[in-house]
């Protein structure tokens, strides 16, 4: 899986959208860029991935420069519960094939205030 | 739909014992993994399963660690003559075949005295 780069951490106002960045700049034309995030305590939580395409979802957006060299999730209007650890990854699609174990880095950690 | 449950949330054990931790995944997701993650670090990979395949068992750290998917539905891991570096939360995660989204468990918080 390529190396990624993340800030140690970020803070954003409630309300307001978050923006983290995520470099992966040696990212290989078949790997996908994933983002999870674990708020204290709890499991690692899924919140969308994308190939070359910008994606939306209920969570999040992600938008994927051209080159591919870097990214960027937003969560639009950030809240409290929104703090956590937030994970980029790279990595090739491993559905159906080998087993696909996760590693996470050391993420940005996000604080939002109110 | 309901998530990963992992049951006993919280585990406290004395060193020596042994402790089985229950995982029961998503409804049809046919790939389990068990991972650990000790205090602020990353994931550890423990065991992958997948159906009927034999189990990819090479995470897991020593030969006091075993698991076992009974009807390819939920998972025990077991820890036998635990040890104070077992303390760590363990977190089950499963995923369908064909995709490569993991859905995980809240983790059983597991505490070696």
């Known amino acids: 899986d390529a190396k990624t780069t993340q800030p140690p951490s970020m803070d954003c106002a409630e309300g307001r959208a978050a923006n983290l960045p995520c470099n992966h700049s040696t990212i290989s034309g078949n790997e996908y860029v994933y983002w999870y995030r674990q708020i204290h305590s709890q499991g690692p939580q899924y919140i969308i991935h994308?190939?070359?395409n910008n994606e939306t979802n209920e969570m999040a957006s992600l938008i994927i420069t051209e080159d591919r060299k870097s990214s960027t999730l937003i969560l639009p209007h950030a809240t409290l519960r929104d703090t956590a650890v937030y994970y980029c990854?790279?990595?090739?699609?491993?559905?159906?094939?080998?087993?696909?174990?996760?590693?996470f880095g050391q993420g940005t950690i996000l604080t939002v205030h109110p | 739909g309901a998530g990963v449950s992992q049951s006993p949330s919280n585990k406290v054990t004395e060193k020596g014992k042994d402790v089985e931790l229950r995982c029961d995944p998503i409804?049809?997701?046919?790939?389990l993994y068990w991972y650990r993650q000790s205090l602020g670090q990353g994931l550890e990979f423990l065991i992958y399963?997948?159906?009927?395949?034999?189990?990819?068992k090479s995470g897991l750290p020593s030969d006091r660690f075993s698991a076992e998917r009974t009807g390819g539905s939920v998972s025990t891991l077991t820890i036998q003559r635990t040890q104070q570096e077992d303390s760590a939360v363990y977190l089950c995660?499963?995923?369908?075949?064909?995709?490569?989204?993991?859905?995980f468990g809240p983790g059983t918080r597991l505490t070696v005295l």
């Open positions: 995660a499963s995923k369908l075949l064909q995709t490569d989204t993991q859905y």
């Open positions: 399963f997948q159906g009927n395949s034999a189990p990819d």
């Open positions: 994308g190939l070359k």
């Open positions: 409804s049809g997701h046919t790939a």
């Open positions: 990854i790279v990595r090739v699609n491993a559905g159906g094939t080998s087993y696909g174990k996760l590693t």
